[in-house]
Nanobody, 123 residues
Framework: VQLQASGGGLVRAGGSLRLSCAAS????????MGWFRQAPGKEREFVAS????????YYTDSVKGRFVISRDNAKNTLYLQMNSMTPEDTAVYYC?????????????????WGQGTQVTVSS
């Protein structure tokens, strides 16, 4: 499975971005998927995960109410809508395919990873 993340960029605080992650090689519709991020000098952290059907999502506390994860299995694509962004959201964002179909939050339970897309939020 190859994952291509896109949609990153520079946005002002309070603004919005929508990330996309297109999967190729095989269908990922039976797998949960997720987003992680890594800020400079920090460890990679979990952001959000969604189950195989898209009916169940899980978020880290710092993005609850601001970010929305979704997926389109017909397009083999994962999304992350980011609203009310703050400078603390600045990071490289990675999409990943999980082992199994249920939501995950531990990076070790994700098998395939995209190359990352840079998100920068200015104050």
């Amino acid at each position: 499975v190859q994952l291509q993340a896109s949609g990153g960029g520079l946005v002002r605080a309070g603004g919005s971005l929508r990330l996309s992650c297109a999967a190729s090689g095989r269908t990922v519709s039976n797998n949960a998927m997720g987003w992680f991020r890594q800020a400079p000098g920090k460890e990679r952290e979990f952001v959000a995960s969604i189950n195989w059907r898209g009916g169940n999502a899980y978020y880290t506390d710092s993005v609850k109410g601001r970010f929305v994860i979704s997926r389109d299995n017909a397009k083999n694509t994962l999304y992350l809508q980011m609203n009310s962004m703050t400078p603390e959201d600045t990071a490289v964002y990675y999409c990943a395919v999980a082992l199994g179909s249920v939501v995950r939050s531990t990076s070790q339970l994700f098998r395939y990873w995209g190359q990352g897309t840079q998100v920068t939020v200015s104050s």
